[in-house]
């Protein structure tokens, strides 16, 4: 079947073409028992220390039941933890543990063997450009969009 036409919708495209590179980086992660998703909670909160769960979620483009579903294995694990906040004691920061560190530590070989087997099928430049292009589509508000686009088509 790969050579059937492109796909038409480009949800169907972006969401096939994600899971297909998922499992790339999943099956390099395996042997530390986390997954893509789980390992891009880890890493944000390597670079950017205690985060709350909202902001965290935002930043990784998902919904906090997501997210959610994501950290409690990773808590369970003693990878991270949720700790009170110390300038608003009714928020709650997911803190990466030293665990979580040291996990991380194994795992970045894994993901940049993953990273470097995709570049190397399309190239560095491709790879980058292909970055830079979904990192638009998952920065536009489609909704302002689409009621400045009906709102524009109205008037027409």
Excluded at 36 to 55: C, E, H, M, W
Aim: proline residues 4%; contains cysteine; hydrophobic residues 40%.
């Amino acid at each position: 079947m790969t050579d059937a036409p492109a796909e038409l919708c480009n949800c169907t495209a972006l969401r096939q073409t994600a899971r297909h590179v998922t499992r790339l980086y999943d099956d390099a992660l395996e042997p530390v028992g986390i997954g893509v998703n789980q390992y891009a909670v880890l890493s944000r909160l390597d670079k950017f220390g205690p985060t709350a769960i909202q902001p965290l979620a935002q930043a990784l483009v998902m919904d906090r039941s997501t997210l959610g579903h994501l950290v409690r294995p990773l808590e369970q694990r003693r990878l991270v933890s949720l700790t009170v906040s110390e300038q608003d004691r009714r928020s709650r920061l997911l803190v990466l543990t030293a665990e979580g560190r040291a996990l991380l530590a194994r795992a970045r070989p894994l993901w940049a063997e993953a990273q470097s087997r995709f570049e190397t099928t399309f190239g560095a430049a491709v790879a980058s450009d292909l970055r830079s292009v979904l990192k638009r589509v998952a920065s536009v508000d489609f909704k302002t969009k689409a009621a400045r686009h009906a709102r524009e088509g109205a008037g027409s």
